[in-house]
């Protein structure tokens, strides 16, 4: 036999070092962990502000998708969306659903999302608005969308025309 695969030699050096790497491993990987944790763009202070940042986010999306709450600041009115885009001069024909996405790339929309003084969020960014009939989809254009949560209210969003 020879030393190398002798069953007398104990390995309590290599044993050794591999507890060594192993604790290295284990430490490295909680620092990285804790790092990451704080530098997280949607992270935020759910006690503070009444809601996370990701709930408010997702909130002001699925309010966007319901297009028949929706409504659009015109001159100090609030008028429903429907109703605006029936009287820019395209009724709706039989079939048609409107329509309204965001239109901003997720690192914006974070980027974006401010905290208010006392507790809540706001949010501004463009909005798509479109007609879709089927596989047809007619894009009327974009306006910007505010939504704000106050914290211990509920989230409202509301789509504003341009210059106003």
């Not at 990451?36 to 709930?55: F, H, L, M, Q, T």
Request: hydrophobic share 40%.
């Amino acid at each position: 036999m020879s030393e190398l695969t002798s069953s007398k030699r104990s390995g309590g050096a290599g044993r050794a070092l591999l507890w060594v790497a192993i604790v290295l491993t284990l430490a490295l990987l909680g620092f990285v962990t804790a790092v990451a944790v704080r530098s997280n763009p949607i992270y935020s202070d759910r006690e503070a502000n009444g809601v996370s940042k990701y709930r408010f986010i997702e909130e002001c999306r699925e309010l966007l998708e319901d297009t028949e709450k929706l409504t659009v600041n015109a001159q100090g009115q609030t008028v429903p969306l429907k109703v605006l885009v029936e009287q820019g001069g395209s009724p709706l024909a039989q079939g048609d659903e409107i329509h309204a996405t965001l239109e901003a790339e997720p690192a914006q929309i974070i980027r974006a999302t401010e905290n208010v003084e006392g507790g809540g969020w706001t949010l501004t960014a463009p909005a798509t608005i479109a007609v879709h009939n089927g596989s047809k989809t007619r894009a009327l254009g974009q306006l910007p969308m505010q939504c704000a949560h106050a914290k211990g209210q509920e989230t409202q969003a509301q789509l504003g025309l341009p210059g106003q």
